[in-house]
Structure formats: structure tokens, C-alpha cells
């Protein structure tokens, strides 16, 4: 495998973080910083998991792997934005396909052994055991090279937080950030996004979340209230499609999140998908904001201080 990724790559960058997920608060992971050296067989421009869970198998194999995070905190969506609502992908029959080293976060996450944030983060942390990480990384430049009509990265050069300049060169590069921290600065177009589906003219982009966090939450209180309501069909008749509480989980009640209004044409309140992390508190995905360009800091800012505003608790 080694041998093999030392050929000359052409551009190849896989994007692998496709949702940008507001944080309410900054997770201040233990320091996984190590000097890093001058040369990797794979460099990961971003600490989203699925990035991460690459970095992790590549070391296995025995390959050296350098992370450079533009963020200041590791963790992306998962751990920073607290996107902690996962949701499995089934077949048609309703299996699970969920596999390889994620799989044992989801089964943990079923099985209600991770759940809270200090979890989540346990887990991402022995992740990034044994793999150089720097965070807060500003990319100053790309060296590139052609062969045979293809263009490829040769090198990079970063900053770091203490205002030192340094080179990194890799056999293979991945973008996991979800601002397009290293394809921005290619000569690369864009990818057509959501406008593709309606034949749009500018750019579209996927619904951004704002997660809310509860605390001092009755579960069982809930649970049994919706319980009061069965059969299952007259609850969803009565509080929306999809309307399901269990003692880890709810999902739905359209019928009540529409009567809210934000006050902002950019945001919608859709149905519920809520995780109870146990003790009282619980984490609910919900609160959409439409038209955000996650590669422009201005439109995210804009963005999570309208979340702020248009949170629909006090």
C-alpha cells in the first residue's frame, strides 16, 4: 500500500464532510499536538470523524499520517458542532449497513453507553491516538506540479498559531473540512450542489443545523404523556407524521414545531429528532438555516447569531 501511494497522485480530493453543523459551545479536546515532520504519505486537511476514522485506518497500515485542522479545537461537527443525533442508514429490509470503526460508535450510541458529550468525545480522542495533529492551521500556499496533463499537490505550506511558517509534502491529500479550507485554493470548479436538482443558476447548499441543547429534561414524563395518546396512529394523527417517543428517543411533532415562527425567513423550525443523553439532559437537531455558504466566515457568523436569536426556548 505504501509502495503504491508513493506514485505521483493527480488531483485527488476526497470532500467528505457534506453538512455544516452550528456549535453552541466550544469543546476544549485534550492536546493531540505533535511536531510535525516534513514529509507524510497521506495529509487530512480537517478533524471531521470521517476523516479522522481515515487517518486512523491508514496508520494501522502502517502509513504516516499528519491532520492539519484550520479550526483551533479538534472535532468538527461531531464534537464542536455537537451533532450528536446520529442517524443509521438501513436497506431495503431495514438492516443496518453500518460497518467498520464507526459501527462500534453507533452501537454504543444505541445502546446508550455514549450518549453525553464527554462521551463522544472519549471516544473521538482514542481516534486520534498515535496520529500527529495541528490545529488552528491558516494554509498559505500550494506547490503544484503537471505530469502527463494532470495536475497534482506537491506541497503545502501552512502557519501555525505561533506565526511560523512550515512546508508539509504528502503522496495523497484529503479535504475533510467543511469550508473547502484546501480545495478553495485550487483551480478546481466547484461541484454542483443542491441547484443541480431544480437547474439553478447560483449556488445552493444544504440546510445547516443549529443544535439545541435541554437540560432538566422529564423523559419519562414525556414518554408517558405520548404513551396516554396510543395507538401510535391517532399520536401521529394528532402531533404529525413520524410523531415516536421511546425512552431513548423522539422524533416528529410537526403539527406543534410549525406553529412556531422565527423571525427570520432564513430559518425553520422542521419536526423533532431529539436523543435523551440521560440525567436530564437532551440534545434536539431541529432548527434549520437555509442559504449558508460554509466557506464564507461572514455567512457563517451571520448565520449562528440568527440560530442565537431565533432559539425557540428561553
Avoid at 25 to 51: F, H, M, P, R
Avoid at 185 to 213: C, F, H, Q
Wanted: proline share 3%; no cysteine; aromatic share 8%.
Amino acid at each position: 500500500m505504501r509502495d503504491a501511494l508513493k506514485k505521483r497522485t493527480k488531483y485527488f480530493v476526497g470532500v467528505i464532510v457534506i453538512i455544516l453543523v452550528f456549535q453552541m459551545v466550544a469543546v476544549n479536546l485534550g492536546s493531540q499536538e505533535v511536531e510535525a515532520k516534513s514529509s507524510y504519505d497521506i495529509v487530512v486537511i480537517g478533524s471531521e470523524i470521517q476523516g479522522v476514522l481515515l487517518a486512523k485506518a491508514a496508520k494501522e497500515e502502517g502509513l504516516d499520517v499528519l491532520i492539519l485542522d484550520p479550526m483551533d479545537k479538534l472535532g468538527g461537527e461531531l464534537i464542536q458542532g455537537q451533532m450528536q443525533v446520529l442517524d443509521e442508514t438501513n436497506d431495503k429490509k431495514g438492516k443496518s449497513v453500518i460497518q467498520g470503526e464507526i459501527k462500534k460508535l453507533f452501537d454504543a450510541y444505541n445502546a446508550g453507553t455514549i450518549r453525553k458529550a464527554s462521551e463522544f468525545e472519549r471516544y473521538y480522542n482514542k481516534l486520534l491516538k498515535g496520529i500527529t495533529v495541528q490545529s488552528g492551521i491558516t494554509i498559505q500556499s500550494i506547490d503544484e506540479i503537471a505530469t502527463k496533463g494532470e495536475k497534482s499537490i506537491q506541497s503545502i505550506s501552512y502557519r501555525t498559531n505561533d506565526g511560523k511558517i512550515h512546508t508539509v509534502r504528502a503522496n495523497y491529500w484529503v479535504e475533510n473540512t467543511d469550508s473547502n479550507a484546501l480545495t478553495a485554493k485550487l483551480d478546481v470548479k466547484r461541484i454542483p450542489g443542491m441547484e443541480s436538482l431544480y437547474n439553478g443558476k447560483k449556488p445552493d447548499y444544504m440546510a445547516a443545523t443549529y443544535m439545541i441543547r435541554l437540560k432538566k429534561v422529564n423523559w419519562g414524563k414525556l414518554h408517558q404523556a405520548i404513551l396516554k395518546d396510543y395507538p401510535l396512529t391517532n399520536v401521529q394523527k394528532k402531533y404529525g407524521p413520524n410523531t415516536y417517543v421511546d425512552w431513548d428517543f423522539a422524533t416528529g411533532f410537526s403539527e406543534i414545531m410549525h406553529k412556531y415562527q422565527p423571525t427570520d425567513s432564513q430559518l425553520k423550525l422542521r419536526g423533532l429528532n431529539v436523543t435523551y443523553q440521560k440525567e436530564g439532559e437532551a440534545i434536539v437537531n431541529a432548527l434549520l438555516i437555509y442559504d449558508v455558504d460554509p466557506s464564507n466566515p461572514k455567512s457563517v457568523e451571520s448565520a449562528v447569531n440568527k440560530g442565537k436569536r431565533n432559539l425557540p426556548i428561553s
